[in-house]
């Protein structure tokens, strides 16, 4: 049996009908009349028949006694008994009376104005009965929060009704449009839009009519009862308010005189009040001054019953208020006491822990006095034998002092053997260190003459080979100059000869930096390369970057080591400004470890060293590398540069 604000247990009324079938008739008649004490009154009775008879009583017949309690007006006791009941269902796991509990508990807690406790039991039941997929109950307990949040003073009532509306709907279930309906037509009353919340309920009335849903007629009817209350308080204060609200066939008097019956079964004050002001409004509108007066002496009957209500209950609230302080006050006093108790305990171990330690300082005292006192006595003891042991240790030291003169005298005749020893000896090493003298010098000589034919030697194949061949061209095409009478053909023999002797005049110039002295160190090599760079790309577009990295400068090759490494350079440089066709050249030196590291990089046109044919040049470059010990490592690729690098060591 299952209704809009109260939930009854099938499996519960069942067995207590089935119990006593006597009572079953009984029963049914009294809650179906609402005649609640006497459903109370019969299911007191069938428990205590089956607690007599030892059969096991079912949680569900103390759900619905509880919900008889409740309907009865009852409230407090209802919510005693679900609150044993909804412990009890916890412990067994029972969805399905959690479920039933905490909905009737919202609903008991709704009818004592406590909305907000309400809404929390009506929240607590719509997950179980979403476990359950009872889509109809969770649509009545959405509709119930929203009622909590309607008349009860929640924070954020207006932005929070809206959404229970949508979870309604989203229910998508038969049930769910009737308390949908309803609903958005209370928000429409409670929004003032009163011509809209007639044409809300007239529709869901004629819907629970055409269903034959009396139970969803009747909250309507309680619905439109509540709409006649605000509109009669809206034409007070001179607001625009609809001439009728009339619902399907039934007229306002008929709907109100219902709305009236059905607050007269219900255990709720205000809403037994507005069923007797809606009533007295109307009759006065009709000139009916007999039932307006009898209703308006109602409503104010109820009005005193509901002050004297809400004043005992906030006396009660009072009172408990002030047992809780009272109770905090004896709490506090009692801890004060204990606390007073705990330092007083405190004070005294501390008093009696103060007295041991004295006692034992004493005693410690006592003690030490006694070993200071035999420590004292050890020390006599050991003065007296210090005394003879430095007796003894004077007389053993005398018997050494004769003993070590006698030892003196001895180390002092070998020390004189041993000097005569030594003397000989530096006379012999004297004699052999000069003839190695003579014997280095004659080794030294044979050295510098042989690096002295190697460095002749070596000129002269340079002087051969380089120059030789340039100065024999230049004399073949001075012997063809004289014999040619073109000018033109004599121009461009003349113009061979102007650029072999600029070759000729550029390795002499070479070979002579080579061999001065004052070209040795690190930073005239420097200086040279820097020269020669700036002089080949002058008269160019390319741009020349000069990188020499810490610890350079401070590197001394020798003659080779900077020759092959100048002309390494020069080489490469060469190539560059010939070949490449580049805007950028850089030249880098820095060092690696105990090793030097020389790169010439251009962002020309670049080649591919796999196909391209190795010149002089590169041969040349690479001939040197391997002379200075190093290796010569050319990387270029089409349109990406040329990059050449030699590492090789140096002292």
Not at 276 to 294: M, V
Not at 475 to 484: F, H, T, V
Not at 576 to 588: G, L
Request: aromatic share 6%; glycine share 6%.
């Amino acid at each position: 049996m299952r209704q809009l604000c109260f939930f009854f247990l099938s499996a519960g009324i069942s067995p207590l009908l089935n119990a006593q079938s006597d009572y079953a008739a009984t029963l049914q008649n009294s809650i179906k009349n609402g005649a609640y004490e006497l459903a109370l009154h019969i299911t007191d009775s069938v428990l205590a028949d089956q607690q007599r008879a030892g059969n096991a009583v079912s949680l569900a017949n103390y759900i619905n006694r509880g919900t008889f309690l409740y309907l009865s007006g009852r409230s407090r006791e209802a919510i005693q008994v679900y609150q044993n009941c909804l412990s009890l269902a916890e412990y067994r796991h029972d969805t399905l009376c959690i479920a039933a509990l905490c909905a009737n508990m919202g609903n008991a807690l709704f009818t004592s104005w406590k909305y907000q406790d309400a809404s929390a039991y009506y929240f607590r039941a719509i997950p179980c009965y979403a476990a359950l997929r009872d889509t109809f109950n969770m649509a009545m307990l959405y509709y119930q929060i929203a009622q909590c949040y309607l008349y009860g003073p929640i924070p954020d009532a207006t932005t929070e009704v809206p959404g229970f509306v949508k979870k309604l709907r989203a229910l998508n279930h038969p049930h769910a449009q009737f308390p949908l309906t309803v609903l958005n037509g209370q928000v429409a009353t409670r929004q003032g839009d009163y011509q809209t919340a007639c044409t809300l309920l007239t529709t869901a009335a004629g819907q629970a009519q055409k269903t034959g849903n009396t139970g969803w007629s009747d909250n309507i009817a309680l619905c439109v009862m509540d709409l006649y209350v605000e509109m009669e308080k809206a034409r007070d204060k001179n607001l625009p308010v609809p001439s009728n609200c009339a619902l399907g066939q039934e007229s306002l008097g008929q709907t109100l005189v219902k709305a009236n019956t059905l607050a007269q079964k219900r255990p709720n004050l205000p809403q037994k009040a507005n069923a007797a002001f809606a009533l007295y409004r109307y009759y006065l509108s009709l000139n009916d001054n007999r039932n307006a007066a009898e209703h308006l002496n109602r409503y104010h009957h109820l009005r005193e019953e509901l002050a004297s209500l809400r004043s005992s209950e906030e006396n009660s609230r009072m009172e408990a208020e002030y047992k809780t302080r009272d109770q905090r006050r004896q709490v506090e006093l009692l801890n004060a006491q204990n606390e007073q108790q705990k330092a007083q305990s405190a004070l005294a171990i501390q008093q009696r822990e103060r007295a041991l330690l004295e006692a034992r300082t004493e005693a410690e005292r006592r003690d030490n006095l006694l070993r200071l006192m035999a420590a004292q006595r050890e020390l006599d003891t050991c003065a007296i034998q210090s005394a003879r042991i430095e007796l003894a240790g004077a007389a053993l030291e005398n018997t050494r002092k004769a003993e070590s003169i006698a030892l003196l005298h001895h180390e002092n005749a070998l020390h004189q053997a041993q000097n005569q020893r030594q003397q000989l000896l530096i006379a012999l090493l004297i004699a052999l260190a000069a003839l190695g003298g003579i014997a280095g010098r004659m080794g030294w000589r044979r050295i510098q003459e042989r690096r002295l034919a190697a460095l002749r030697a070596r000129i002269s194949r340079d002087l051969h080979d380089d120059l030789g061949s340039a100065l024999s061209s230049i004399a073949m095409n001075g012997m063809l100059a004289a014999q040619i009478g073109e000018p033109d053909r004599m121009r461009e023999v003349l113009a061979r000869i102007s650029a072999e002797a600029q070759t000729v005049s550029s390795k002499v110039r070479d070979l002579t930096w080579s061999l001065h002295p004052d070209s040795d160190s690190m930073d005239e090599l420097l200086v040279r390369i820097r020269r020669f760079a700036a002089e080949l790309f002058e008269d160019t577009h390319i741009h020349l970057h000069f990188e020499i990295g810490p610890g350079v400068s401070d590197l001394k090759p020798d003659l080779d080591a900077r020759r092959h490494l100048y002309l390494i350079v020069k080489e490469a440089l060469n190539n560059a400004a010939k070949y490449a066709d580049a805007t950028e050249v850089h030249i880098r030196m820095y060092r690696e470890g105990k090793k030097l590291a020389l790169e010439v990089a251009d962002n020309g046109s670049g080649f591919d060293p796999a196909t391209a044919s190795h010149g002089n040049g590169l041969n040349n470059m690479a001939a040197r590398a391997a002379l200075l010990g190093g290796e010569l490592r050319v990387q270029s690729a089409e349109r990406q540069g040329t990059l050449v690098r030699v590492v090789f060591g140096v002292k």
